[in-house]
């Protein structure tokens, strides 16, 4: 679907006229990314993230299946083959650097992206079906990027392959099995790095799919926008290709440079010692904590010290974490404020303010040794992000009063636009 | 100065598309040089066999560089055989005496690679097949070697190869 | 539904988060963990300064050759350093043939064994083979030195820290002036173990390694100082934990200067449009 004064694909080009009459590649191309497809013209740089996450996928297949061609998942020499690539192999000391970085950036920005939803409420009818795919993909990637951190086989690899896994032990009655289960053993080792190393390599291209899912149900409305006023005419519109090309191939600039910047000149900063220690399993690093992307849900993990009522501290933890994301799922249906943007929403926009300081404080806890008062920290904090998605919002979206919309896209760009004084200025709020 | 501003734009965007390909291209490089051999294989040293035990008319099979390779010590009439043969006939001309270190003639170290593709011919092995030259069969597309292993018949192109070799001493040859 | 349920799954997260909170202030308030003498008495490493630090440093050869000759004539007795080949030498600017004589000269062996025969017994190394493992019988277990500098907070200024930092436990004093044997009577480094305040727990298995002046004996002139053995065995490690330090930083500067140039590039035709 798109607007009615979407432009058609009319080759000139003998050529591709040729090809577009057998198969219509270049018609959806040009239909999805090219002129062919109307986006608000008023979108910012906080609209990049998602083709950048794209760029990341691609960026962590191809390093990731030149890695592959040189990895050995064996638990007797995965670690001295990740030191073969890193010494032997023609440029492998960077290849492996990229892919190690590029998972750091993939994250940096699917963050942004996320809360960039968060703060323009994107989540909202009609897009539900995009945010819950995005959901999706945050969950794939969680899974991806952890078993991706075992390959190595280093001290961090072979202690977090633990402690993830024995998270499910924390689930009452299957718990042990399930663990022994997932990992075809009584503690990581060769059948859970194997099984690792295949899921690591087959889970990319199932978020590809999903990607795929996620950008079709995006093309349907078409992409939300700064002021969260659906588009409504021609002018409120520019086309997708020469206006966002360029603006992504910018932004694409500024993402280079900063991963080339880690990769080059601060390759381990985001790492942690520990992984070059070759795995021991009768002894555990001082200071065990995952990748930083996985701080603030860590930090939730550890928050729950006490058992309550009849629930086990450890299954709190556990049922909280998941919670921590599943909570995203519904937030279409917990906020139901009728405005989008947190530009014209005070108060919202004050709690998601405190929502962005609250989750830097649980990823600064979460990276931190378990120990006060990091723990009382993460205790509120937590406390707070719970509040927040599942108390705050559907309060705050029925007593918020929003401040006045633009008629349109056109008006609140230009200032003005003549078909104002068709319509009432601002929707009815309910 | 409307043409100048549009001459700038093209320029600009040209420029902009042009870098986006060189980068690309450059981004390559690196994809493509981690397929060839690394840094532990080309130091594959070279190798040093004794070959002491190795009587005339045996041949032994050794390794060099992760392939086989034939170490033949040829008895007086296997090299007579060889020097009849007239040079000028064969596919690929090359003498005995070029094949092997001077003053130890008897000595015929090659590949055990078959110049066709690449397969191991038989002959070298107790018991096997020497082909009708008296040398080595390749039994995947029937090339036969004679006693100085020239390629005498079949679809290979080439003699077998002799891998760089010297004798560090009247018993230990050592190969690459 | 969602807004029924959503609230009350909230408000129970909360509450069970307070109940922990509460029984952590609880805990805090009336039984304090105490605190413990590592984290007290533990010293962060000196800040010296390294050729190879920053974006534009790179590896002292020279410093590297010392640096390997401490490892070989001290470290190399009970640490292995199996992750680097005899060949990689040559990056420290050893010619081919010093290389092939440090490889056939070295004390340990490479390990043979014959299948045919089941005969285990020895060879003198080659360019192409690893340093060989190390055997350590005695107290303590010598970790593998390839990755060290990596592998610990700080590395290379850790590593010349810990090999100067071995001092007398009785009488020590941290930088706030509290004694530790006053303080902590229990933290006696016991029998077999060394006091080392940059070490973790603050005592290790390793005796002190460099022990004196002119211990080792470099050929280039440079007085073999323990100050000066320590840096240049940091700076050794540091290279055989990452040898491509240098390649990556000269890579590195011209794809940024590239990126720059195409990202600015992008910026005009952006504004273009």
Known sequence: ?430 | MAGDGVRRRDFINIAAVSFAGVGGLAALYPLISQMAPSADVLAESSTEIDISAISPGQAIKAVWRKQPVFIRNLTPEEIKAADAVDVSTLRDPETLEKRTTAGKTNWLITMGVCTHLGCVPLGAGEGEVKGEFGGYFCPCHGSVYDTAARIRKGPAPKNLEVPPHEFSSDTVVKIG | MVRLFGPLVGLFFAVALLWSFGNGAYNAATQPTPPTAEKLFHMHPKEVAFSFDGAFGTFDKAQLQRGFKVYQEVCSNCHSLKQVAFRDLAQLGYKEAEVKAIAKNWGNKAQTFDPKTGDRGDRPNLPSDHFPPVYYAGQGNPPDLSLIAKSRHGGAQYIHSLLTGYTDQAGYKNEAGEELLKKFPDAKTPDGLYFNPYFANLNLAMPQPLTSDGQVTYSDGTKATVDQMSMDVAAFLTWTAEPKLDKRKQTGWPVLGFLLAATVLAYLAKRNV
């Open chain 1, 1 to 430: 679907m798109s607007f009615p004064w979407a432009n058609e694909y009319k080759p000139t080009n003998p050529l591709m006229q040729w090809v577009d009459n057998r198969l219509p590649l270049p018609r959806f191309v040009y239909n999805a990314v090219g002129a062919g497809y109307p986006v608000p013209r008023n979108l910012n740089y906080m609209w990049n993230f998602g083709v950048l996450a794209g760029f990341a996928l691609v960026l962590q297949i191809v390093t990731g299946v030149v890695l592959a061609m040189h990895y050995a998942a064996n638990a007797g020499v995965a670690f001295d083959s990740v030191e073969h690539i890193m010494r032997d192999v023609n440029w492998g000391w960077m290849l492996r650097y990229a892919h190690a970085n590029g998972a750091s950036m993939f994250f940096i920005v699917v963050y942004t992206h996320i809360f960039r939803g968060f703060f323009y409420s994107s989540y909202k009818a009609p897009r539900e079906m995009i945010w819950l795919l995005g959901v999706v993909i945050f969950l794939l990637m969680m899974a991806t990027a952890f078993m991706g951190y075992v390959l190595p086989w280093g001290q961090m690899s072979f202690w977090g392959a633990k402690v993830i896994t024995g998270l499910f032990s924390a689930i009452p009655l299957v718990g042990t099995p399930l663990q022994q289960w997932l990992l075809g053993g009584f503690a990581p080792d060769n059948a859970a790095l194997n099984r690792f190393f295949s899921l690591h390599f087959l889970l990319p291209f199932v978020i590809l799919g999903v990607i795929i899912l996620h950008v079709w149900a995006l093309h349907i409305p078409g992409s939300s926008n700064p002021t969260g006023v659906e588009v409504k005419q021609e002018s409120d519109t520019v086309p997708f290709h020469p206006y966002y090309t360029a603006k992504d191939g910018f932004g694409l600039g500024i993402f280079l440079m900063v991963y080339c910047a880690l990769v080059f000149f601060a390759p381990n900063l985001l790492g942690h010692p520990d992984n070059y220690i070759p795995a021991n399993p009768l002894s555990t690093p001082a200071h065990i904590v995952p990748e930083w992307y996985f701080w603030p849900f860590y930090a939730i993990l550890r928050a729950f010290t006490s058992d309550f009522m009849f629930i086990p501290a450890k299954l709190m933890g556990v049922l909280a974490m998941f919670s921590a994301i599943l909570v995203w799922f519904f937030l279409p249906w917990l906020d139901t404020s009728p405005v989008r943007s947190g530009h014209y929403r005070p108060l919202f926009r004050k709690f998601f303010y405190l929502l962005v300081v609250d989750v830097l404080v649980l990823g600064y806890c979460g990276g931190a040794p378990a120990e006060e008062p990091y723990v009382m920290i993460s205790q509120i904090a937590s406390m707070y992000y719970f509040l927040h998605f599942l108390v705050i919002l559907p309060i705050v979206s029925s007593v918020e009063t929003p401040q006045p919309l633009p008629f349109s896209i056109t008006e609140a760009v230009l200032g003005k636009d003549e078909h104002a004084t068709l319509a009432p200025a601002t929707p009815a709020v309910a």
